[in-house]
C-alpha cells in the first residue's frame, strides 16, 4: 500500500511540475532527487518514487483521456511491477525506466480497449 501511495504521489507531483514548465526531465530528477533524501523511505518507496517519475514524463501523450484516467492505472501497474519483479531484475540500471515503460504502454492499451 505504502508503494502504491508513494508511486501516486510522485506521479502527480512531477506532472505538476510538468504543467507548471519545468522541463520534465529536470522534474523527473527532483522527485527522485527529493525521495533519495527522505528518511523514512526504504529503498522500495525510493525506487517506485523515482519509477512514477519516469512515467509522468510521457503522460500527456497517452490520449485525450482525463487525468485520473492515466494516474490510476500506471501506479497500480507500476506497484504490481515492483512488487512482482523486485527479485527478478538483477543487474545495472534499466529497471525502473522498464517497469515505468510497461506501465505506461499497458496503461494504453487499457484505455483504447476500454
Excluded: Q
Excluded at 523515482?50 to 487525468?67: K, M, Q, R, V
Amino acid at each position: 500500500m505504502k508503494v502504491l501511495i508513494t508511486s501516486t504521489a510522485s506521479l502527480i507531483i512531477c506532472y505538476g511540475m510538468i504543467l507548471k514548465g519545468i522541463h520534465p526531465v529536470i522534474a523527473s530528477a527532483l522527485v527522485g532527487f527529493i525521495a533519495s533524501h527522505l528518511k523514512f523511505f526504504d529503498i522500495n518507496l525510493k525506487a517506485a518514487a523515482y519509477c512514477a517519475s519516469f512515467a509522468a514524463i510521457g503522460i500527456d501523450e497517452l490520449t485525450n483521456h482525463g487525468f485520473l484516467y492515466k494516474v490510476i492505472p500506471i501506479c497500480f501497474f507500476i506497484t504490481f511491477l515492483l512488487i512482482v519483479w523486485k527479485r527478478r531484475f538483477v543487474g545495472f540500471g534499466g529497471k525502473l525506466g522498464t517497469i515505468a515503460f510497461l506501465s505506461t504502454g499497458l496503461t494504453l492499451i487499457l484505455l483504447r480497449v476500454l
